[in-house]
């Protein structure tokens, strides 16, 4: 093989790699409406993030039992707004991970109320999930 044959090779590896890291790292779809569709491919991740001020008690909570075979909370944060000027009361937005483990449709149903005081329900977010294999 000549160093030409040889340079192209590693040139193709190089891409090659660069493409598969690139694809590894890339971030999720990211669904903030209160009734999106979510339409992912099985063994893919998405995010939910939706706006929230645990400073007044009110957090979101599921409003039904998440459908085990269809889906996977990976993570629930909640991540505060910049707050340079230290006020109190500041909001953000919380935050989920899932990932879709099989093909088919399923529903998150989720509630923004107090937890202790299930009559505050300030506002209902469902999202339907379309999953493809």
């Known amino acids: 093989m000549n160093s030409r044959n040889i340079s192209t090779l590693l040139l193709l590896v190089f891409a090659v790699a660069c493409i598969a890291c690139s694809s590894e ?3 999720p779809p990211i669904y903030t ?3 999106d569709t979510v339409r992912v491919t099985a063994g893919d991740q998405f995010k939910i993030v939706l706006e929230s001020n645990i400073t007044t008690g009110f957090s979101w909570q599921f409003a039904t039992t ?3 075979t269809a889906l996977r ?3 629930h944060d909640y991540v ?3 707050n340079p ?3 109190l009361g500041r909001g953000g937005h919380e935050h989920w991970l899932f990932e879709a483990l099989d093909e088919g449709s399923t529903a998150i149903a989720l509630q923004y109320l107090r937890p202790w005081d299930s009559t505050s329900v300030a506002k209902e977010a469902n999202f339907t999930v379309e999953i493809s294999k």
């Open 80 to 82: 505060p707004l910049p």
């Open 85 to 87: 000027d230290k006020l």
């Open 25 to 27: 790292n890339a971030d």
């Open 73 to 75: 909370l990976v993570e």
């Open 66 to 68: 998440l459908d085990s």
């Open 33 to 35: 409406g209160l009734t």
